[in-house]
């Protein structure tokens, strides 16, 4: 099987090489934007069918779907997470990992603090925390506490409120007691034992037992995020966010076991899609040895070779320049940058990528559980416009306009003069009658 990632390898010296990467492109598009399109119009439909059932039948839908799609039955008095139960949670927990989970919460903290927009005053703009936010926390087969971190602590550091967690029952009927450990250690209190599309219907419509909630952030599969698409006319989501992704410029200084690391650290989730961009064809080889001899020591090899095979590559330029600029119009999740000395130089010329990683000893993991940044990006090409989730996104602006008489009287006629083209006849006379009195 591995002899068949040997396909993963293209070079500008080959005939279709443009085509080739190409289809590199669509293959991460294609992937990241799971849940749309021709072929998913059916899971759309039952998606919609899902919202409707639960606008229509409240607490009953979400108890017949948390049967059917977790195999849990539950109560609606049972949804929510006691007090506790949260409490007990945090009180089992490791020492040394709660030790690792505060640390991580006060970077994220600080970072978050540091770059939030609230903090800048102006006179003609106010800044206002969105009330009350409801978080998805995926229930995958092990916790994922750093998706509540990543999600949370922004939205904390905004002023928001009221914070909700939903997350399937996938542990022991519940959900996983490192997740509760970590609510209750950010003082969430409101936690809710629902996942996927009937919670994104829950948290949007509201139900008997579940308040509605302004916003929706945070990831999840194909349900979830086509949930999250069809109710964000009416409740605010961050993004429509695909499996992961990371794309890596590196040339030959570049270390070749390393750089597999770290496309195998974003392929091994089973969907995900990891690209290499580099000058070097001895490096590209290099890399290629080492991912046929990693990825088999993996826990999950099998599906992380078929990630490989299916939406990663690797691709040699005739220059780096070029693996750059390619680099920019991909507009990645995660961009790593390992050009030794260049790389900082390089990190500047790119405007699209939803975090970038510079040098050899900054891997994605650093940004997932550690430096600040929130790892909720965006995906598919969806950099060219969004941006990381940040404290800036748990905040509307409100604009404040103020003219005293002076003012208006001094521009008065320009106001008008611009209502009357647009025919807008009550607007120019709006104005006019302040000036007759």
Same mark, same amino acid.
């Given at each position: 099987?591995?002899?068949?990632?040997?396909?993963?390898?293209?070079?500008?010296?080959?005939?279709?090489?443009?085509?080739?990467?190409?289809?590199?492109?669509?293959?991460?598009?294609?992937?990241?934007?799971?849940?749309?399109?021709?072929?998913?119009?059916?899971?759309?439909?039952?998606?919609?069918?899902?919202?409707?059932?639960?606008?229509?039948?409240?607490?009953?839908?979400?108890?017949?779907?948390?049967?059917?799609?977790?195999?849990?039955?539950?109560?609606?008095?049972?949804?929510?997470?006691?007090?506790?139960?949260?409490?007990?949670?945090?009180?089992?927990?490791?020492?040394?990992?709660?030790?690792?989970?505060?640390?991580?919460?006060?970077?994220?903290?600080?970072?978050?603090?540091?770059?939030?927009?609230?903090?800048?005053?102006?006179?003609?703009?106010?800044?206002?925390?969105?009330?009350?936010?409801?978080?998805?926390?995926?229930?995958?087969?092990?916790?994922?506490?750093?998706?509540?971190?990543?999600?949370?602590?922004?939205?904390?550091?905004?002023?928001?409120? =009221?914070?909700?967690?939903?997350?399937?029952?996938?542990?022991? %009927?519940?959900?996983?007691?490192?997740?509760?450990?970590?609510?209750?250690?950010?003082?969430?209190?409101?936690?809710?034992?629902?996942?996927?599309?009937?919670?994104?219907?829950?948290?949007?419509?509201?139900?008997?037992?579940?308040?509605?909630?302004?916003?929706?952030?945070?990831?999840?599969?194909?349900?979830?995020?086509?949930?999250?698409?069809?109710?964000?006319?009416?409740?605010?989501?961050?993004?429509?966010?695909?499996?992961?992704?990371?794309?890596?410029?590196?040339?030959?200084?570049?270390?070749?076991?390393?750089?597999?690391?770290?496309?195998?650290?974003?392929?091994?989730?089973?969907?995900?899609?990891?690209?290499?961009?580099?000058?070097?064809?001895?490096?590209? =080889?290099?890399?290629?040895?080492?991912?046929?001899?990693?990825?088999?020591?993996?826990?999950?090899?099998?599906?992380?070779?078929?990630?490989?095979?299916?939406?990663?590559?690797?691709?040699?330029?005739?220059?780096?320049?070029?693996?750059?600029?390619?680099?920019?119009?991909?507009?990645?999740?995660?961009?790593?940058?390992?050009?030794?000395?260049?790389?900082?130089?390089?990190?500047?010329?790119?405007?699209?990528?939803?975090?970038?990683?510079?040098?050899?000893?900054?891997?994605?993991?650093?940004?997932?559980?550690?430096?600040?940044?929130?790892?909720?990006?965006?995906?598919?090409?969806?950099?060219?416009?969004?941006?990381?989730?940040?404290?800036?996104?748990?905040?509307?602006?409100?604009?404040?306009?103020?003219?005293?008489?002076?003012?208006?009287?001094?521009?008065?006629?320009?106001?008008?003069?611009?209502?009357?083209?647009?025919?807008?006849?009550?607007?120019?006379?709006?104005?006019?009658? %302040?000036?007759?009195?």
């Amino acid at each position: 099987m591995n002899q068949e990632l040997d396909k993963i390898l293209i070079s500008y010296k080959q005939p279709g090489f443009k085509n080739r990467l190409r289809n590199f492109s669509l293959s991460k598009t294609g992937l990241s934007h799971f849940g749309f399109g021709e072929l998913h119009i059916e899971n759309k439909q039952k998606v919609e069918a899902i919202l409707t059932k639960v606008i229509i039948e409240r607490d009953k839908a979400v108890v017949e779907y948390t049967e059917k799609f977790d195999g849990v039955k539950l109560a609606p008095g049972q949804f929510r997470i006691s007090k506790k139960e949260l409490e007990k949670a945090h009180e089992e927990i490791n020492e040394e990992l709660l030790k690792s989970i505060r640390q991580a919460i006060e970077n994220v903290r600080k970072y978050q603090t540091e770059i939030f927009i609230g903090n800048f005053k102006h006179p003609g703009i106010k800044y206002t925390p969105i009330k009350r936010v409801g978080i998805c926390v995926p229930g995958a087969s092990a916790p994922l506490p750093s998706t509540v971190v990543m999600t949370a602590v922004p939205a904390q550091v905004a002023g928001v409120k =009221e914070i909700v967690v939903v997350s399937p029952p996938r542990y022991n %009927r519940s959900i996983h007691p490192t997740i509760l450990a970590v609510c209750y250690e950010l003082g969430i209190e409101e936690v809710y034992r629902i996942g996927g599309a009937q919670a994104v219907a829950a948290l949007t419509y509201g139900t008997e037992t579940i308040r509605v909630v302004d916003k929706i952030v945070g990831p999840g599969n194909q349900w979830v995020q086509t949930a999250k698409n069809l109710v964000s006319a009416g409740v605010g989501i961050d993004f429509i966010a695909g499996p992961s992704e990371v794309l890596i410029i590196a040339n030959d200084e570049a270390y070749p076991a390393w750089v597999a690391a770290d496309m195998l650290s974003q392929a091994e989730h089973d969907p995900g899609c990891a690209f290499l961009f580099t000058d070097s064809q001895e490096l590209a =080889e290099k890399v290629l040895d080492e991912l046929k001899t990693q990825v088999k020591k993996l826990d999950r090899s099998e599906g992380t070779t078929e990630c490989l095979k299916k939406f990663s590559g690797i691709a040699v330029f005739n220059d780096l320049d070029h693996a750059v600029e390619m680099a920019d119009e991909f507009a990645v999740e995660h961009l790593q940058i390992q050009c030794g000395a260049k790389s900082r130089e390089i990190a500047d010329k790119i405007n699209n990528a939803g975090a970038i990683f510079i040098g050899p000893y900054t891997p994605v993991a650093v940004g997932d559980y550690w430096a600040g940044p929130s790892h909720t990006l965006p995906t598919g090409k969806s950099a060219l416009f969004a941006s990381a989730l940040s404290a800036n996104d748990f905040v509307k602006s409100t604009s404040i306009i103020e003219y005293d008489k002076q003012q208006l009287a001094a521009s008065a006629e320009d106001i008008v003069r611009l209502a009357e083209v647009e025919g807008l006849d009550a607007h120019a006379k709006s104005i006019r009658i %302040r000036q007759q009195g």
